[in-house]
Every structure is written in structure tokens, then in C-alpha cells.
């Protein structure tokens, strides 16, 4: 451990949240809830900001706004009910592009981890809050296109370009109110942070379906893990008003998941494999453990007739419920934390119905495999074998994944 004396002096960040101060480490600013903050996990605040200062503020996202421009509106004349000059201009940009996107979303997007009984009613308050809240509108709406871009595959890249702009405004739009996140803007603010993160699982797989770029997708994956639970951070700090709001049905619904205990042994050698690892200490070992019982529960609904949603909501929300510890440890691509990885792989090809999540997992675990050496590519025959490699026992998993191609 290096000195106190030889302690790297961090820059000061005038705009940096209160716990970045308090810890003397320098704020990459974001808000609501700061980079340092999502990893450590910790309460994030901001200062308020001084009468007539300037607060920029930086977007989750690299983003630059190139959504459409509304003109100005001007009021019909009194006299004569006619439109006033520009009227022409604003009815081209009431672009019905737009419509058939929100139509979508009401319609035809489906919801494949939200129990049936509370779809229609969460699609309404999800329309209903984005009146007074125009950035989750322009976040729905670019969800909306990104379904449309993978239903509708002739039309992708029409449908993408969509995607992106409208998603790309929504985040200027969000990061434009500087607010605090309390109980008048908690709702909103929670279900734009969702779809945002939605979107960036399903463009992350969808980039390494169509690129096969293990890297790639890595770099994104592990951004969006950060974005997942910086969500769940926000559901955290505002529970008590989320409770009292119309969510709360959902909320309920959905908070079950981290309750659950394992129940099947598809997974039984690797906890034994992670058992073994002398390498690890004792806190990576129980946080690899941890975030391979919940691959188990998830694998538990998958794979009977019990309530399939729960199997889909750990594809989303495996993010949010596995330890710190094992994030650092896949973020520095540690063997034993990609294995793990590989098998979360199969969570991804037993939803390959979803739209969101197609049939990425035989990709990802294809990438994996590229990664590690043939000592830790041993630990991934069950994977290869339930994903359809047709592999039968852990010796020729091997010789088998060399050769064979992801079908």
C-alpha cells in the first residue's frame, strides 16, 4: 500500500458531488448520481448552486442533439381563426414518424418480464408521466424505435437512426434540469433511467450479434452494468416516495427477485470449481458464489414451468444483485469472473425469443471462450453443451469449441 506521503494529489472538482469532496477523489459531475458513486455504491449529492451560476452539466452519454427542431409557436389570429405565417412549417414537423412510434409502444411493444396483469396499467402511467416529463417521452419513443428496428430488420436502419436521436435529446433534455432526484421527480426520473439502460443491454447484444466483437461488446457490457445500478441506486434513495406512488404494484412485484433461493444443480460444479480457486480471497470467492446462485435462480424458472418472467427479469436484473466485488473482478477480465459470464450466457439463449435479447448468448459465450486458456474453457462444457454444441461430458469441450461454429 503506497505511503500517505506519496498519495497522488487528486484536480478538485468545484462541481463534484458532496461524497467525492468527502473522500478527496476527483467527480466526473454527472448527475443525478456520479460515476464514483455507481461503482462505490454510495449516496450521491450535489451542492446547490450558487445565484446565477452556470452549472454544465456532462450527459451520461457522449451525446450530441441532433433530434428535430419545433418551431416557434405563434398563436391563431383572433379574428379570422386562420394560422398565422409558420403554421405550414409546424405541421411538417408533427412528424408522424413520431406517432407511429408512440402508437407502437402503446400497442405492440411487448414487455416480456412484467407480469401480464400490470402491462396496460404500467404502458399508461409510463405515457400519462411523460406529459410532464418530455424526456422519459423522448426516451419511450426511442425505446419504442429500437423495437421496430429488430420486428421490422428491412427497415433497421431507418429505425435505429430513430433510435439515436431521439434518445440521444431525451438524455439533453434530462441532464438540462440539473434537479435533485426527491419524491416530485422521483417516478419519472426512475422509469427514463430504466428504458435508458434497457436500450443499452439490447444494443450491446445486438452489437455482438452482428459484429461477433468480443471486446466490443465487453467495453459496452460493463457500461451498462454501471447504468443498471445506478438505476436500482436511484429506485434505493427515493424508496419511501416510490412506495406511496403509482409504481409501487410494480415495485413489489419486481423487488421478489433478490428473495428468491437457488433451487436446481445445473451450476452445483461451478460453485465448486469457484470453491477450489485458491487464487481468489475470501470476499471474491463469496461474491463469485453469490452471483452464480442468482444465474441458478434465473436457470430455475427458465428451465420449468414455473413463472418464466422471473428467468427473464434476472437477464435484465443480474446487473443490479451481484456484488461489487465480482464487478471488479470481470472488469478486469479475471478468469473465474468470465467463466461466470459464460454461464449468464445461457440465461441470454434461453430468452433468444425475447426481442431484446435474440440470440445473443451463443455469441457472447463464443467470445468468452477466445479469452481464456484451455484450463478455464474446461469450466464452460456445460454452457457450450445447454447453448447446442451437442458437447457431453467436460473433456471434449476442448477439442469441440475450437472447431465448431455458434449455430
Known amino acids: 500500500m503506497a505511503s500517505v506521503t506519496s498519495r497522488r494529489r487528486h484536480r478538485k472538482s468545484r462541481l463534484g458531488c458532496m461524497e467525492c469532496k468527502r473522500r478527496h477523489i476527483k467527480c466526473d459531475e454527472r448527475q443525478p448520481i456520479c460515476g464514483n458513486c455507481i461503482v462505490s455504491e454510495r449516496p450521491c449529492s450535489f451542492p446547490s448552486p450558487r445565484p446565477h451560476q452556470s452549472c454544465p452539466v456532462t450527459p451520461t452519454l457522449s451525446v450530441t442533439n441532433h433530434g428535430p427542431k419545433y418551431p416557434k409557436l405563434e398563436p391563431l389570429s383572433l379574428s379570422t381563426g386562420s394560422p398565422v405565417q409558420g403554421a405550414t412549417d409546424f405541421h411538417n414537423n408533427v412528424n408522424i414518424q413520431h406517432m407511429e412510434l408512440l402508437i407502437n409502444f402503446s400497442v405492440d411493444i411487448p414487455l416480456p418480464d412484467i407480469d401480464e396483469t400490470l402491462q396496460a396499467s404500467f404502458t399508461k402511467l409510463v405515457l400519462n408521466v411523460g406529459l410532464d416529463a418530455p424526456y422519459l417521452l423522448y426516451q419511450t419513443l426511442a425505446s419504442s424505435a429500437r423495437h421496430l428496428a429488430i420486428v421490422k430488420p428491412s427497415l433497421s436502419p431507418k429505425y435505429l437512426r430513430q433510435a439515436t436521436e431521439l434518445q440521444h435529446t431525451s438524455i439533453e433534455k434530462f441532464n438540462s434540469l440539473n434537479f435533485r432526484i426527491d419524491d416530485s421527480n422521483c417516478v419519472p426520473a426512475l422509469l427514463f433511467s430504466s428504458f435508458l439502460a434497457r436500450d443499452m443491454l439490447t444494443s450491446t447484444l445486438a452489437a455482438v450479434r452482428q459484429s461477433q466483437d468480443f471486446s466490443l461488446f465487453f467495453h459496452q457490457y460493463i457500461q451498462y452494468i454501471h447504468v443498471q445500478r445506478g438505476v436500482h441506486a436511484i429506485g434505493t434513495s427515493t424508496w419511501p416516495f416510490l412506495m406511496q406512488s403509482e409504481l409501487r404494484s410494480l415495485l413489489i412485484w419486481g423487488s ?113 471462450v477466445t479469452e481464456l486458456s484451455s484450463k478455464w474453457v474446461q469450466l464452460l462444457w456445460w454452457p457450450l453443451s445447454a447453448i447446442g454444441l451437442g458437447l457431453g461430458s467436460k473433456s471434449s469441450s476442448e477439442a469441440s469449441c475450437s472447431t465448431s461454429t455458434m449455430e
Open 256 to 368: 421478489r427477485l433478490s428473495e428468491l433461493s437457488p433451487q436446481g444443480r445445473e451450476l452445483s460444479e461451478l460453485i465448486a470449481s469457484i470453491t477450489e480457486n485458491s487464487a481468489l480471497d475470501k470476499e471474491a470467492r463469496e461474491a463469485c458464489i453469490t452471483s452464480v446462485q442468482y444465474l441458478q435462480v434465473g436457470l430455475d424458472y427458465l428451465l420449468s414451468s414455473k413463472s418464466r418472467k422471473i428467468g427473464i427479469q434476472m437477464v435484465f436484473n443480474w446487473a443490479v444483485l451481484i456484488p461489487t466485488r465480482y464487478i471488479e473482478l470481470l472488469t478486469s477480465r479475471e478468469p473465474q469472473a468470465l467463466v461466470i459470464l459464460g454461464h449468464y450466457a445461457v440465461l441470454l439463449h434461453l430468452c433468444k425469443d425475447v426481442w431484446q435479447v435474440g440470440d445473443s448468448g451463443r455469441y457472447v459465450l463464443a467470445g468468452i
